[in-house]
């Protein structure tokens, strides 16, 4: 299995950052997975931005909620993020990735398959 | 919303030791949904245990978790180079977020 993040890597503050992962299965829809973002400033820890379900449930940081919205597009195998309002303090690698569901809790699971990650910095 | 604290922040050691790090909730941590992950430079995070002290596939049995409540601890035995290196803890139980420690680095003495 295999992520890859796609998006910009320069947003302007009071943008908006959209940002795509596209998953090497054969179906999102038919793989039963929940899936995740989840972002890591420049030298510091790691913070879970959202999660979603093939089926659309979804699952937000209550810290970012008001500025997130994730998506699924079954059409693409891809699912996608997008978060509002940036400010300096958004810039981060962005990673997506796959929530490990061993013992059937969805979203109450760790995270084994990631993407690389993608740096978004937000600058004038 | 569960706070984790890890600790030492920096641990020196040297290959062939063993290590010893510490993940400490703020409360209780449901189910021992605890895992702990690997980073190296520039690279995504690493699933090294699930389950407060389930290995994930293909985790050399060098690493092993322990805990329950609201202590946990990864021991890395055996040291290798290629383990010096960043480990997070983080917790998946709480409702409404996931949490994560801010990490320990480990580095060769």
């Known amino acids: ?124 | 919303e569960i706070v984790l604290t890890q600790s030492p922040g920096t641990l020196s050691l040297s290959p062939g030791e063993s290590a010893t790090l510490s993940c400490r909730a703020s409360q209780r941590v449901s189910s021992n949904y605890l895992a702990w992950y690997q980073q190296k430079p520039g690279q995504a995070p690493r699933l090294l245990i699930y389950g407060a002290s389930n290995r994930a596939p293909d985790i050399p049995d060098r690493f092993s978790g322990s805990g329950s409540g609201t202590d946990f601890t990864l021991t890395i035995s055996r040291l290798e180079r290629e383990d010096f290196v960043v480990y997070y803890c983080q917790q998946y139980g709480s409702s409404p977020q996931h949490t994560f420690g801010q990490g320990t680095k480990l580095e060769i003495k």
């Open chain 1, 1 to 124: 299995l295999q992520l890859q993040e796609s998006g910009p890597g320069l947003v302007k503050p009071s943008e908006t950052l959209s940002l795509a992962c596209t998953v090497s299965v054969d179906s999102i829809s038919s793989s039963g997975d929940y899936w995740a973002w989840i972002r890591q400033p420049p030298g510091k820890g790691l913070e879970y931005i959202a999660g979603i379900y093939f089926a659309g449930s979804t699952y937000y940081n209550p810290s970012l909620k008001s500025r997130v919205t994730i998506s699924v597009e079954t059409s693409k195998n891809q699912f996608s993020l997008k978060l509002r309002s940036m400010t300096a303090a958004d810039t981060a690698v962005y990673y997506c990735a796959r929530h490990f569901d061993y013992d059937a809790s969805g979203f109450h699971s760790p995270f084994d398959y990631w993407g690389p990650g993608t740096l978004v910095t937000v600058s004038s």
